[in-house]
């Protein structure tokens, strides 16, 4: 997707989905296209965006929301594990990661 200035962030369960403003920007228009009266539909569209927020890239870092972190489990100096998946990754507390995946071999 080329040099990226900003990422969308988006709280999940137990991780941080971390994908680019582009993806984020299709998934809008496909929920764009809804009929505003469909209330599971509305439902579906307010999972997704209520928990949602662009995030800058500086440095090489994410500047992610401090709520967003401390919602997965992640506060300062914490370990954390990034899984890819396929346009997007995912950021996982490594301790919540290994009771669901097992433990990591270093």
Same mark, same amino acid.
């Given at each position: 997707?080329?040099?990226?200035?900003e990422?969308?962030?988006?709280?999940?369960?137990?991780?941080?989905?971390?994908?680019?403003?582009?993806?984020?920007?299709? =998934?809008?228009?496909?929920?764009?296209?809804?009929?505003e009266?469909?209330?599971?539909?509305?439902?579906?569209?307010?999972?997704?965006?209520?928990e949602?927020?662009?995030?800058? =890239?500086?440095?090489?870092? =994410?500047?992610?929301?401090?709520?967003?972190?401390?919602?997965?489990?992640?506060?300062?100096?914490?370990?954390?594990? =990034?899984?890819?998946?396929?346009?997007?990754?995912?950021?996982?507390?490594?301790?919540?990661?290994?009771?669901?995946?097992?433990?990591?071999?270093?």
């Amino acid at each position: 997707y080329g040099e990226e200035t900003e990422v969308t962030v988006s709280v999940q369960e137990n991780y941080l989905l971390v994908y680019p403003v582009v993806v984020s920007s299709k =998934i809008a228009e496909k929920y764009d296209a809804y009929d505003e009266n469909d209330k599971e539909k509305r439902a579906s569209q307010r999972a997704v965006f209520m928990e949602e927020e662009d995030c800058e =890239i500086k440095s090489g870092k =994410i500047l992610c929301p401090m709520r967003f972190r401390k919602k997965v489990g992640l506060n300062n100096g914490d370990e954390a594990v =990034i899984v890819g998946t396929n346009r997007s990754f995912e950021v996982w507390p490594r301790g919540l990661f290994e009771e669901v995946y097992g433990v990591i071999e270093s």
